[in-house]
């Protein structure tokens, strides 16, 4: 039965099926991280498209860690990305693999292009190197070692491994054509030679392959049938042919086929960028909820499914484009509109007095768990003389249309009571200490004389009862509108991109642990974040409340 495409990469899948080109239409993907920092929403696509495609081709996905460049590679960054994968919801085919579990192979790949007359040592420095291959109006220039004899090459290459030249000192290249249209076929390195602490092979290597050679035999190794990577190696897919096609004998070659980068307003996509942020500050680790990276994505409250409902959205494009943040906002609002159950909590609080209520009275309102979900049921709110309000709730001289609490007019208090605003009182600084208001107790919510009309209708919490809670809210860290202006983006960083608010909750917030979503009713939704110990709730707002994305 035939698999219908459902984008590009598929329709060449399904080519190589029609013409038998793995054994049993067999499909096998990968997704190959490179270990040195954290995953970000443009791995969450790559991640998406590999598994995705591996599950609907009844197929599977190997994890390859990408660790040729012991430098900048950590087992923390190995471990990040194995536990965001898995929080995505996908499992990868076992065992998991690494480049450096073919570090002998590889080398036995170069060995066999030297025996070929195929790759030689140069002894040039990277400099000479880079200046000898030319660009796109000059040919290269043949290095002076280039016909170095197949027995001269393997000796110096095996003296290369062995520890007898210094690093930098030789490298190994292809030898394929100084002249090629293409500079990537300008007799690439393939080999250099480097002193450093490898995090799996220890110091066992002090020569490792480069990307350009190890990743298509890595492939061929695992027997990948598709090899899925981002457009800016499409002018390298001739040398991942090259090499399977003079280094790997084996029948079923993998296919490397190339799609668009995701970018997305606000967000770097950088793991460099996204480093510099952390070591110099600017957040507060690679889980700084404003971080595009998975573990911040996860702390700010996104859900699996609202980021991998994001990626079927945008689908899969050969040119690369960048995608408005909105639309991500929009999947994590529908996927907890019917999750989330609401709670009021005043984020920026006021004191309200109630002039006519007892002193010492209590009354529960019922409010609705979930006005999206009835099942979700109903809760208990005390209610009592003093309560607060959002400080934006009210205004003392009300602009046109502002339908909230304004002096000498009702509103209505959620599932309460209607309220009048009578009087303001100030400090000696004229700051507003407190608002008096008196209640209308026939018009209590659920009763006939509830009816009446008021136009604005305000959340509230009692004093009384009120838990204190510290709502974390964010604003994007690069502006929506950011242009490429050749400043380094440091400069363009929103320093008030985290504003702390000291709020006031409803007892029910209580019930909830770090983890848990959601929504502050009027305000947006949140989650509660790991800072949260006993008793003190700390909030991280997801995203507010607005529900459509195309504005
Ligand atoms: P960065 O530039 O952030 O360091 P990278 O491509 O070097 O990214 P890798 O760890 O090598 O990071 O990436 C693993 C896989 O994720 C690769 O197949 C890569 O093509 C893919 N990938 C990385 N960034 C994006 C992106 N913005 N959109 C889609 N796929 C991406
Ligand atoms: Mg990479
Ligand atoms: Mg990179």
New binding site residues.
Partial sequence: TKIEASNFIEAEINKDIENNVYANGRVLTR???????Y?????V???C??FGIGLKYHGATNIRF?DTNPSKENVEYVNSILNDVKWLGFQWKEPVHYASDYFPQLYEFACKLIRKGLAYVDDQTSEEIRKNRGDLEHPGIDSPYRNRSVEENMKLFEEMKAGKYPDGSKVLRAKIDMKSPNIVMRDPVIYRILRATHHRTGDTWCIYPLYDFAHPLSDALEGITHS???VE?EERRPLYNWCLDNAFDGKEKPRQIE?????VTTMI????K?RRMVEEHVVSGWDDPRMPTISGLRRRGYTPESLRNFCDMIGVAKANSTVDVGMLEYCIREDLKDKAPRIMTVVDPIKVVLTNYPEDKTEYMTLENNPSDPAAGTREVPFGRNLFIEREDFMEHPVKKFFRMTPGKEVRLKGAYIVKCDEVIKDEQGEIKEIHCTVDFSSRSGTPGADRKVKGTLHWVAEKTAVDVECRLYDYLIPKDDVDDGRDFMEKINKNSLVVKHGKSEPAILNYKAGDRFQFLRKGYFILDPDTTEGKPVANLIVGLRDSWAK
């Fill in positions: 997704f190959p991280p490179e270990p040195n920092g995953l970000h929403i443009g791995h696509k790559s991640i498209l590999n990408d899925i990577c981002t190696f799609f668009a980068r995701l970018n996509t950088s793991k460099r996204l």
